[in-house]
């Protein structure tokens, strides 16, 4: 299929000293999106100030809704009028965009979530770090339906996977998910921002064929359906609804169980294609750490303490928390005699670990409640501990 | 001189293979989709452009009857889904065709501000005082009094006064009609479909199966002859004085047609004054 | 409403009703707000137990196309044809 190039226009190519915030929205502006809609909630707020900025400079249109539930479905409005669209909140606006988090993959709305996780639950922590998001990120809407989650641990990684999230989105016609967390979000690093030329884009999948044969939710060959342009004759429709191929609300058992298995199939059955991890010291490592976010940082590091002291340890990073990399999880499995996951809540990855690694080996967790990193020694301690009977 | 052919006007404009619609004997929806055809044939606007946006409710089922673009969304939702839609796609003409409970309770803080902002949309808002869809619970359109399932004993709350709350949020085309005037129904359609900007028409409708039954009101042809006896036609009437009584008449009429710079206009001016050549606005792909 | 002599245009125009009898849910909207009452509620039953309407005149209906508008099921039309004009079919059979 044809990728198409960024555009050199709008794109900030060099180096940079901005923190993930800054980086993230550029990153968006590099991917080609030209609309966001947003409600202020820290730590995330500047990101669409940036966008905000940037917006009448780069042929993009930002608007500030009333509230997180407008904006998150007023870019799915403007994805069906042609736009690449996210929005950007914390953890209580999160909440708030659950039903269109869903209402966007019931339709297979090409749109990115950004949430900058803070602690929580409620009000919690506004202004620190947390990473208690995440099985709501998979699990937080109702009814089943898959998305795709990417956890980006450096600025400059909040501007390259932010490409990325938008490239999955067209390519899926779902809603990705880009969970960040206030460390990365306010942690000013270098980021390279590359000339358009070597910034891949998927193009959004709209189909050649015309009105009379276009069925706006048949699968094509790789079972995604193409979408059709707006305002050109195709006059299809789209709901919520349990619908059939038409589009059409189709309220019965039969119909149900043929959209579901189509729309979970296009996540589950290419989990592997989607999965992506970040590995580290893996070859030998008896001794596994799982992490992801600003933790795998700090993982790396206890990490890398740890292989001083001889201790056989080794790192996975999930990029791509959702969906969860079960297989290379299991693979470990047969290597290692311990995972130890690290991660900023009070255990929510650390239960899809364990479910790969199905009584293989042991699951360790080492929880934080938010509000502060982990400290690489803290990490060492149980890597030490584990290392005793692993 | 040959056989021709008839056509029901609104048959072009429906998605036939959906017929007959899940709507009551009696109730107005279908009324008001017909003027909506007509209006659409006056407004001589390309049907290809133009979108529908629903929400939840039996009014949001116009949105999959109608044969064009069209979008079943969230409830409460339609109006935000609408503003995304238009300011990414200026060229279409987008309406909005809802409930008053969508709209209005679930919706109202979408509505008021999407009024403030003079978003160029069209929103039609069919009024039956009651959730239908749902089973009839009480709504904020409910007459003082007047029995829900989730007011037993008659709603006692104060209802909406629906162009009031438009016009002064900042709608700047306000109308209301009943069911029964559907020829001015078209007419305020058609207008509306040609006005830049937020435009609002409040349709009272008739709701057979729960407001009327559980009110012992009648059925809706008993409502319809109410509004035909009760309504009085008050073109250009203060906002402030469309308070719904039940027992008093119904104000109708179009009660403001102005003009103030839509959202993308206001957003174009601010952007070109302050950026000069550097403002680079979106453009359709 | 008074009656009032037929205008040029009524002389030189006639209406034709079309009702697709299936669609009807016996409202009465049509027959009540018909101006000539040139529409009663059928004897027939349809396929789902509601009387449609039916034409009482053959000559009085206008084509004025209220009926049309106000019909919630989208079950009737008229249409405006010179007198003289041969007989309208309608696109759809039944309606």
Not at chain 1, 259 to 287: P, V
Not at chain 2, 17 to 34: A, F, K, L
Not at chain 3, 29 to 47: G, W
Request: charged letters at 20%.
């Amino acid at each position: 299929m044809d990728w198409v190039k960024a555009n050199p226009k709008t794109i900030l190519s060099g180096a940079h000293f901005i923190d993930g915030n800054h980086a993230a929205c550029e990153g968006a502006i590099a991917a080609g999106a030209n609309f966001a809609a947003g409600y202020p909630i820290t730590p995330s707020t500047e990101i669409v100030e940036r966008f905000a900025a940037r917006a009448p400079l780069v042929g993009a249109t930002f608007l500030q809704m009333e509230d997180e539930l407008a904006s998150s479905i007023a870019i799915l409005g403007a994805a069906w009028g042609g736009a690449k669209s996210f929005t950007v909140t914390s953890g209580p606006g999160f909440s708030l965009m659950m039903e269109h988090i869903g209402f966007a993959a019931m339709t297979e709305t090409p749109s990115v979530f950004v949430n900058v996780q803070r602690g929580g639950p409620s009000t919690g922590l506004p202004t620190l770090p947390g990473q208690a998001d995440m099985m709501q990120a998979r699990w937080g809407s109702h009814g089943d339906y898959e998305v795709i989650a990417l956890s980006p641990n450096s600025p400059q990684d909040c501007f390259d996977l932010m490409i990325d999230a938008f490239n999955l989105a067209e390519q899926y016609r779902n809603p990705v998910l880009f969970m960040m967390d206030e460390s990365v979000g306010h942690m000013t690093e270098k980021v390279v921002i590359p000339s358009a030329d070597r910034i891949d884009l998927r193009p959004r999948r709209y189909t050649g064929l015309p009105a009379s044969e276009y069925q706006p939710f048949q699968p094509w060959t790789d079972g995604i359906p193409e979408m059709a342009r707006i305002g050109e004759g195709y006059r299809f429709h789209v709901t919520g609804l349990t619908h059939d191929e038409r589009g059409y609300p189709a309220i019965n058992a039969q119909t149900q169980q043929e959209l579901m298995s189509r729309l979970i199939g296009k996540i589950r059955n290419n989990a592997e294609k989607i999965a992506r991890t970040e590995e580290h010291f893996i070859e030998d490592a008896g001794i596994v750490l799982v992490a992801y976010g600003i933790t795998s940082r700090v993982a790396l590091r206890a990490v890398q303490m740890a292989r001083e002291e001889g201790i056989p340890a080794g790192l996975v990073r999930p990029v791509v928390v959702w969906p969860f990399p079960e297989k290379r999880i299991r693979e470990l499995a047969g290597q290692a005699k311990a995972f130890i996951v690290v991660e900023m809540n009070c255990g929510q990855i650390v239960n899809e670990v364990e479910r790969s690694v199905a009584g293989r080996a042991r699951t360790v967790l080492i929880p934080h409640s938010g509000g502060a990193v982990h400290r690489p020694e803290a990490i060492l301690d149980v890597v030490r501990e584990v290392a005793r009977w692993a | 001189m040959g056989v021709t052919t008839a056509v029901n006007p609104v048959e072009p404009l429906l998605r036939s293979d959906r017929m007959p619609h899940i709507w009551c004997p009696g109730c107005g929806i279908g009324t008001t989709v017909n003027c909506f055809a007509r209006a659409l044939e006056q407004s001589k606007l390309p049907l290809d452009k133009v979108a529908v946006v629903s929400g939840i409710g039996c009014t949001g089922r116009v949105a999959g009857y109608l044969n064009f673009d069209s979008f079943h969304t969230t409830h409460g939702r339609a109006i935000p889904f609408a503003t995304g839609l238009k300011l990414a796609n200026p060229d279409l003409t987008v309406v909005v065709y809802s409930g008053d409970g969508d709209l209005i309770a679930i919706g109202g803080n979408h509505f008021i501000h999407a009024a403030r902002r003079n978003v160029d949309i069209k929103v039609i808002c069919v009024n039956n005082f009651i959730y239908g869809m749902t089973g009839g619970q009480v709504a904020p359109t409910t007459p003082m009094g007047m029995s829900a399932t989730t007011a037993p004993y008659g709603s006692f709350e104060r209802p909406f006064n629906l162009p009031f709350l438009a016009e002064s949020s900042g709608a700047v085309y306000v109308a209301r009609w009943t069911a029964f005037h559907v020829r001015h129904i078209a007419h305020s359609m058609a207008e509306a479909l040609r006005k830049k900007g937020f435009s609002f028409i409040e349709i009272l409708a008739p709701c057979p199966t729960l407001y009327l039954r559980r009110n012992k009101l009648g059925d809706g042809l008993d409502t319809m002859r109410y509004y035909k006896q009760h309504s009085v036609i008050k073109n250009g009437a203060s906002t402030r004085d469309l308070d719904l009584d039940v027992q008093g008449e119904i104000v109708v009429g179009k009660f403001v047609d102005t003009e103030r710079p839509t959202l993308q206009q206001a957003m174009d001016q601010r952007y070109r004054q302050m950026l000069k050549d550097r403002y680079n606005g979106w453009r359709q792909p | 409403m008074a009656s009032i002599a037929p205008t040029e245009k009524a002389k030189k125009f006639r209406g034709e009703v079309f009702i697709n009898t299936d669609r009807c849910k016996g409202c009465g909207f049509c027959i009540e707000f018909c101006p000539p009452k040139v529409l009663a509620s059928s004897e027939k039953y349809n396929n789902h137990g509601y009387h449609p309407p039916a034409l009482v005149s053959e000559t009085d209906c206008t084509g004025c196309d209220l009926c049309g508008l106000y019909c919630p099921d989208f079950a009737i039309y008229g249409i405006r044809v010179p007198v003289e004009a041969a007989a309208v079919q309608p696109a759809v059979l039944g309606g």
